[in-house]
């Protein structure tokens, strides 16, 4: 059963730092990618990056480029994303999700099809 369990939410305050996590279960193939994204209360769900299990390369989205970084650890199928200087605006529930069918590096969360069930994150003002 493929299963996505995101952990790492926490309430930060402006400026911090924090690292959230995406593991990957029940995959029986290695090539897909992986994506990170958020939704603030009123707003759209919005694509912040994504990796390539394969090779690692990976694609970021304007809100957060040289802010936050993508990164994998496929030993332990898992995929973090280390968020720096973290502001107000990026309070929101930030969901990983797996694109498994014709797999390319997406932002656009209609494109995939596995979802986990988020972790909130806070950042006080």
């Known amino acids: 059963q493929v299963q996505l369990v995101e952990s790492g939410g926490a309430s930060v305050q402006t400026g911090g730092s924090l690292r959230v996590s995406c593991v990957v279960h029940g995959f029986t193939s290695d090539d897909y990618v992986i994506g990170w994204f958020r939704q603030a209360p009123g707003k759209e769900l919005e694509g912040i990056s994504c990796?390539?299990?394969?090779?690692?390369?990976?694609r970021y989205g304007e809100s957060v480029r040289g802010r936050f970084t993508i990164s994998r650890d496929n030993t332990r199928n898992t995929v973090f994303l280390q968020m720096n200087n973290l502001e107000p605006e990026d309070t929101a529930v930030y969901r990983c999700?797996?694109?498994?069918?014709?797999?390319?590096?997406?932002?656009?969360?209609?494109?995939?099809?596995?979802w986990g069930q988020g972790t909130q994150v806070t950042v006080a003002g």
């Open positions: 999700a797996a694109l498994r069918i014709t797999p390319w590096l997406s932002l656009n969360p209609t494109d995939y099809g596995d």
């Open positions: 990796i390539w299990r394969g090779d690692g390369s990976s």
